[in-house]
Every structure is written in structure tokens, then in C-alpha cells.
């Protein structure tokens, strides 16, 4: 294999189709693949089905061409939105050489999967990066998404549970593939321990607590105060838990139970942050109470800056984190078994650094962005050489 794509590749590669380039998991992981396709020689491109987002900017600023529907910025046609962004994207789809597509989130690969067959690109793949919940509540998407899988070269997961819920909903095996989220090994924090500390006015001998989660109410926000009020009489004075992530409606919810349990003056509610990995570095242990995950770059993140992770066991998050070796996993919706996780492991420095240590070794052997992106070029060009998934080795899991 070279290391660089065939001078025959069409100009424009691989398109990218999601919704928006809005601040979140996925668009973040898209940027990340992005500029490390780049790098290694691909043309890349993306559309955008609801608008551009602000993470648009970083994208072109990587060298990758950057469409968007210009429907999100007529709110007189909202109902019409979902068919301006089928013209919009079959007028990219007819204008540009593009042999390979590549959708990411629902509402992209509802208004585009169908699109491209329209279109004639033979070469359509579909990422599914979180667990099938929604479907639920919105059936008759979940029909035609069942249905489109048909239409896919390539389905791929980012966590075995996630690939588990695609089999069942009828995507063929030999089209299957598995690529584990990826992040840089190398990001490190920009300021010490002390220096983030002493902006958030957090004592240098602090136990801190982090979790990096919007506040949504599948994440689970209120079992994880409802466990630090069963905890709180057996952590140490002065413990902090630091809230990291935009407000998604459970913050009123959120801050008033903490409130009622008199342990309001205990969390910092921060927001949405860009220096992430500072806040990590200024804590001690990582939690995640989702109620439902494909799979969690917060997790990830955590384990590169060496934190122990309390997480429950939904989605990819058992699969990111081995029980007792890495840090906890406890089952979801239970703070009392949350609780009793984070009493221990903060009675426990020793525990905490070994949990520690070997998360980054493991985030480094298995989710490192260098073998993440590997895995989508082999996918790509095993496609183009006319192999089924099922073949290429980098995302085949039997």
C-alpha cells in the first residue's frame, strides 16, 4: 500500500455530507479526519444539509471545500429546509467529480443517501456514531434509515454496540466495518495544574471532579448529582466537581437539584470551554453518567490526561474503559452505585494514578488519531479497489 492516494483519484475524493459544522463530537472528529486526510494527499470536501456552523472556518482553513445549504439562512422556509437541501446537495452532487460519499448523522444520510444513488456515485458510506434510541421517537426515520442501508458500499460504527444495533436493523455483514474514534496523542494542556486552578479558585490540594458533557438529559447530569449528595459526607472538604459543556436545556434542572441538596457551592457549572485539556489537567478523576452513548470522545480525552474514568456502562463506554484496570464502570441511572465509585476511588490515590497511567497507555494502543485515520484511508481506497468491508482488515471485527 502507498502511502498517498492514485494521481487518478477524482479532484474532489471523498464528500463529507452532515448536518451542520456545529461544535460537538462528531463535527469536531470530522475536522480531526479531515486535516489528516489532507495531509496524507486526499482532496476532501463537505456539505452541510442545515447550514455551516463555526466550525466551517477550520475547515477551509485545512484545505477542504466547504457547501452549505442556503436554506439555514431563510427561517421563512424552515418547513421547505429539508427540500432545499436536497437541491442544494444534488447541485454539488452533479457539479463535482466525487467518487466517494461519506455521510455522518441522521438527517445527512436521510436527505443524501438516496440522493446519490440518484446521482450514480457507487461508492456511498454511512457512519453511525451513536446507539439507535432515536429511532423511537422518530419511526419513520428509523424506517427509511433501515431502509437505506441497502443503498450503502460501506456501514460503519464506532463502537462494537453501535455495530451490534446495525446488524440488527438489517445492514449486511460483509458491509459492516468498525473504526474507533481517534484523537491526537500529542495535544497537551497550554497551562499548569496550579495556573487553571488558581483561575477557577480551586485550592492547589483540591480533589476535582470533571465532567465534559453538554447538558442534555441523556447525559445523565442528575444521577450525578444525586451521587455526590449520597456522596458527600465521605469525600474530602473542599472537593469540586467542575460541569463542562453548553446548556441543551438540563442546566435550570441541574443547578436547582444541586441546590436542594446543599452542595450547590461544590460544582462549577463552566459552560461550553475550548480549553478542555487545560480543565482536564487541573482535575483528578473523570466521569461520564450517560444514559446512552455510541461512543464518548469525553472518555477518550480523559484517559490521554492520565485521569481515572467513572463511567456507566452504555454504548462503547465499557469498551473504552476496563473495569479496574483503567477506572469504574458502573450501571446507568443508579447514583447509588455511582456514588459508591466515586467515594472509593477518591479515598484511593494510589488506585487513581495506576487507573491513570494505564488509561493513557490504552488510549495511545487503541484510540490514537493516527490509527483512526489509517483505518478511514484503507476503508476508502479497499472501496475503490472494489473490496467489501468485510475484507479490509484495518475495520473488519469478527
Sequence with gaps: MTDRPSETMPATGVLFVISSLS???????????????????????VCCTGG??????????AGVKVFAAPSARLPAFRRLRPALAAVHLMSVLVKERVALIHFFLPEAYLIGAPLALLAGIKLRIMSRRSLNAYQRKYMVAGFLERRWHSLMAAVLANSRAVLRELELEGARPERLGLIYNGLDVGVQARRSRDAIRAELGLKHDALVFIIVANLIQYKGHLDLIEAFARAADRLPQGWRLLVVGRDDGAGPATKALAASHGIADSILFLGARSDVPDLLNASDIGLLSSHEEGFSNAIIEGMRARLPMIVTAVGG???????????VVVPPRDPAALADAIAE????????????????????????????????????????????????????RP
Design 317 to 327: 463506554n465499557a469498551e473504552a474503559v476496563i473495569n479496574g484496570e483503567t477506572g
Design 345 to 396: 476511588l477518591s479515598s484511593d490515590s494510589q488506585r487513581r494514578r495506576n487507573y491513570g497511567d494505564s488509561g493513557r497507555r490504552r488510549m495511545e494502543q487503541n484510540f490514537a488519531l493516527g490509527s483512526c485515520v489509517a483505518a478511514y484511508e484503507a476503508t476508502y481506497r479497499g472501496l475503490l479497489a472494489g473490496k467489501s468491508p468485510s475484507e479490509i482488515t484495518e475495520i473488519h
Design 52 to 61: 455551516e456552523g463555526p466550525l466551517a472556518d477550520d475547515f477551509r482553513a
Design 23 to 45: 461544535v460537538g463530537g462528531t463535527e469536531r472528529h470530522l475536522l480531526s479526519i479531515s486535516r489528516a486526510l489532507r495531509a496524507r494527499g486526499w482532496k476532501v470536501a
